[in-house]
């Protein structure tokens, strides 16, 4: 199951894991990655909350956890090779997976079709 | 995830100013963003990552348009007694300034803090100045309360500013004007480009080799895509003109420079000449001279050094630094910083307390209440490359 964030993150859900990554809308708008600041493993993220940091040549952007839970790991290519998050957002530049601990929080989430259409 | 404030959207309040290639900016999808009211092409979809690299290697061609070119016009032609009038306002050799070359300088305030930074130059009947964009109306009420008597202030608002920089600029510009081979560093003359009457200033804003091409408005364009045919050069956005500045270890106004600091607190000493220093023989009488010149000699109390941060975390602008990995007080602030793509990992500027300022004292960057290790390291990160002969 994928879902969507209205901060453009995306989570791909299996069991009570979800991956996290960002959109590649967000990426485009980033522009060049050069360095992922990661959670640490175990740290006990809040909905909405800070989950890692994301720069580009220009700025530093925030990454907020679509869902309660705690970080189970952390994608440390990203630490050797950042680009990953502008070639791959969807696939090999996931940023963290995180145990879900209120699944209800899924169903504020949105499907793809609902991100695009936000998106415009 | 936050996304951050250079989408093609602009939501501020005033109208955004466009440059005369704001269409083709715009055909070239570009990422358009504000700067100093205008909507200036932040980057390309080449990015800002391959337009440095693109600069350093060949060529990088910026519109700069937004920046203000001034035309100080002297009454009754004495351009010798303006030359002197507007020593009052910069602490450089300008009655020295031979024609047909232009020198960097800055206003300075009675406090000897630094109103604007500049390029003035020599022509054969005026000076022509290159302010910054967001100074411009200071500037030029600046100098309109100052130089009355001396001058006429002409805005040259009918010229667009194109940047051709990198070590190919010289063959990518001189396909259209040979003439350009024959100037050198801080030169500046008229050339015909693709037929059209341009000033050209052999300097830049990169640290390389590189040209300033100013252009009649109705002409930018044609002169952009001209220069733009020849496959050594690739547009680049303001991003990839900051990256280059900070790599060359050149001072951004509004963030290392600004009304509070001088210009030995900003090592820009080099720009000040005997002749306007003590002993020299049109030393002080400008605005300011007593605290420059006295800190031309004695240590000023703060000064803008480079700094490395150790691992690979980009360190930016408002960062605090400290002299400690755990406690005490701040010690200096970065006022520049960011990811440098020639060296290849973070680099930055900053003002530190004259006791922590030596080269490779190390200190501590607080990066979202992280302490990271930061260097005091030697300005430029990479090497200017000007032809100075």
């Known amino acids: 199951?994928?879902?969507?964030?209205?901060?453009?993150?995306?989570?791909?859900?299996?069991?009570?894991?979800?991956?996290?990554?960002?959109?590649?809308?967000?990426q485009e708008q980033l522009g060049d990655v050069v360095f992922v600041h990661l959670p640490v493993v175990g740290t006990r993220l809040e909905k909405g909350g800070v989950a890692a940091v994301v720069e580009s040549v220009k700025a530093a952007s925030e990454v907020y956890s679509p869902v309660s839970g705690e970080v189970v790991e952390a994608n440390q290519a990203l630490t050797v090779e950042p680009a990953l998050v502008n070639t791959e957002p969807m696939g090999k530049g996931w940023f963290f997976k995180i145990r879900i601990s209120v699944s209800a929080e899924l169903d504020g989430l949105m499907d793809e079709a609902a991100y695009n259409a936000m998106r415009g | 995830m936050s996304i951050p404030c250079s989408s093609s959207k602009i939501s501020s309040r005033a109208p955004a100013l466009r440059t005369p290639l704001y269409d083709l900016h715009r055909e070239l999808g570009a990422h358009l963003g504000p700067f100093a009211g205008y909507e200036m092409p932040i980057r390309y979809p080449l990015g800002v990552l391959r337009e440095h690299l693109h600069t350093r290697q060949a060529a990088g061609?910026?519109?700069?348009?937004?920046?203000?070119?001034?035309?100080?016009?002297?009454?009754?032609?004495?351009?010798?007694?303006l030359a002197r009038a507007l020593e009052r306002l910069v602490p450089v050799d300008v009655l020295g300034l031979p024609e047909g070359r232009q020198r960097y300088g800055f206003f300075t305030n009675d406090r000897g803090g630094i109103l604007d930074d500049l390029m003035i130059g020599r022509r054969s009947d005026h000076f022509l100045l290159v302010v910054n964009a967001s100074r411009k109306s200071t500037d030029e009420d600046h100098l309109r309360a100052q130089l009355a008597q001396s001058c006429e202030v002409v805005p040259l608002r009918d010229r667009a500013l194109l940047a051709l920089q990198g070590p190919a600029a010289e063959e990518v510009l001189a396909d259209l004007a040979p003439a350009v081979v024959e100037m050198r560093f801080m030169d500046l003359r008229d050339i015909r480009i693709a037929g059209v009457a341009c000033v050209v200033a052999r300097s830049g804003y990169t640290g390389e080799d590189g040209f300033e091409i100013s252009v009649p408005s109705e002409a930018a364009e044609t002169i952009a895509r001209q220069l733009l045919k020849n496959p050594k050069a690739t547009l680049a956005g303001l991003g990839a003109r900051d990256s280059l500045r900070l790599e060359a270890g050149l001072c951004l106004y509004g963030a290392d420079l600004d009304e509070s600091t001088t210009p030995s607190q900003a090592a820009l000493d080099w720009a000040i000449p005997k002749v306007r220093r003590v002993g020299g023989s049109r030393a002080g009488d400008f605005l300011g001279a007593t605290t420059i010149l006295t800190e031309l000699t004695d240590r000023p109390r703060r000064l803008r050094v480079g700094l490395r941060p150790q691992d690979r975390t980009p360190v930016r602008?408002?960062?605090?630094?400290?002299a400690d990995a755990v406690q005490g007080e701040p010690v200096g602030k970065v006022t520049s910083g960011g990811y440098g793509p020639?060296?290849?990992?973070?680099?930055?500027?900053?003002?530190?307390?004259?006791?922590?300022?030596?080269?490779?004292?190390?200190?501590?960057?607080?990066?979202?209440?992280?302490?990271v290790a930061i260097a005091v390291t030697a300005l430029p990160f990479v090497p200017h490359r000007y032809k100075r002969r």
């Open chain 2, 61 to 81: 061609l910026f519109d700069v348009s937004h920046m203000g070119q001034l035309a100080l016009r002297p009454r009754g032609a004495d351009i010798d007694g």
């Open chain 1, 1 to 26: 199951m994928l879902k969507y964030t209205p901060d453009h993150e995306w989570l791909r859900v299996d069991g009570d894991i979800a991956t996290v990554g960002i959109t590649h809308y967000a």
């Open chain 2, 342 to 371: 020639t060296v290849s990992g973070p680099v930055a500027m900053g003002y530190v307390a004259a006791a922590h300022a030596a080269l490779n004292t190390q200190l501590f960057a607080d990066v979202r209440g992280r302490r």
């Open chain 2, 317 to 322: 602008a408002g960062v605090l630094l400290f």
